[in-house]
């Protein structure tokens, strides 16, 4: 009879949501539940197995879309080809054209994977259905079987970690360590018009706000994380606690693009920060070129 009553609210879950969180708190725990538990802190949760089947259907979604590349494209194709160059020309001139080829692939698929999975907590059942008990004649659920992958903190961690291996290693080939010293702690006056005695003292500014500028590096995984979560967390409580209002809906639904589309950008910016110094000059020296003389 027991059983009979879970599978009832696992199905009444699903319908209605908003009711039956509202008897269970209408709050979402800040940690995923643990669906398998190895013991020794290791464990598959229920972000992680929403993360695998989301990336398999948008992988899956993908290669039906386009198929075999055509010169003529079809539909789909043409679809995912104007996406593409739509994020092509945001990113391009933020990145520099240098690094651009390598840092692509890595940006469009941050912002793609980012924005589905904002949005997977508007759909019904994530976060509604799983297991629990009965609590004054209520289903009350302690352990959901789906969680969005980006509002579990260690999911965003862990983003924000390939973010910041990819940006070290797209400085250190496309522009080197040698000029990743000089920007950071190098002197940015001019000599030829900063006064003799003034030029030593600039060099030590120069070098303390470098030792700021790795400061902010060092912090960056944690301050994309911390955003990104909160903003999706946040908004999965506001859902539930306002008994999923269809206007937070909409509302949401812009959260979670603006928030897959600052975590790219930013991104994209600390890479463009050193990897595109050499556009301007080259560009410079293009124009000088041509100039009659």
């Not at 593409?84 to 469009?108: C, D, Q, S």
């Not at 924005?115 to 209520?138: A, E, K």
């Not at 470098?210 to 946040?234: A, C, D, H, K």
Request: aromatic share 14%.
């Amino acid at each position: 009879m027991l059983s009979v009553k879970k599978l009832l609210g696992f199905a009444a879950a699903l319908a209605l949501p908003a009711s039956l969180l509202a008897a269970g708190g209408g709050s979402v725990s800040p940690s995923a539940a643990k669906l398998v538990d190895f013991g020794g802190g290791w464990a598959i949760t229920n972000s992680m197995v929403t993360g695998w089947a989301i990336s398999l259907l948008l992988i899956g979604f993908v290669i039906w879309l386009v198929r075999k590349p055509q010169i003529f494209p079809t539909k789909g194709q043409a679809v995912f080809e104007s996406l593409i160059e739509a994020l092509r020309e945001l990113f391009e001139p933020i990145v520099g054209k240098k690094a651009f080829p390598a840092a692509f692939p890595l940006l469009v698929t941050f912002f793609v994977f980012i924005l589905f999975h904002n949005w997977m907590g508007l759909l019904p059942g994530v976060g509604t259905i799983g297991m629990g008990h009965d609590v004054d004649g209520h289903f009350h659920l302690t352990r959901p079987w789906i969680r969005p992958f980006t509002s579990d903190f260690n999911s965003t961690i862990a983003l924000a970690a390939v973010s910041f291996g990819g940006w070290l290693i797209l400085v250190l080939k496309y522009a080197g360590p040698k000029l990743l010293f000089v920007d950071l702690f190098g002197n940015k006056a001019e000599k030829s018009e900063t006064p003799g005695w003034l030029y030593p003292v600039l060099t030590l500014v120069f070098f303390v706000v470098g030792l700021i500028e790795v400061f902010s590096i060092v912090i960056r995984p944690f301050t994309l994380s911390v955003r990104l979560f909160g903003n999706i967390f946040g908004g999965e409580n506001l859902l539930h606690g306002t008994g999923f209002f269809f206007v937070f809906y909409f509302m949401e639904l812009l959260v979670g693009l603006i928030q897959a589309l600052v975590f790219t950008l930013l991104t994209s910016v600390y890479i463009g920060l050193i990897c595109n110094h050499g556009d301007d000059h080259a560009h410079d020296d293009g124009h000088a070129a041509e100039a009659p003389h």
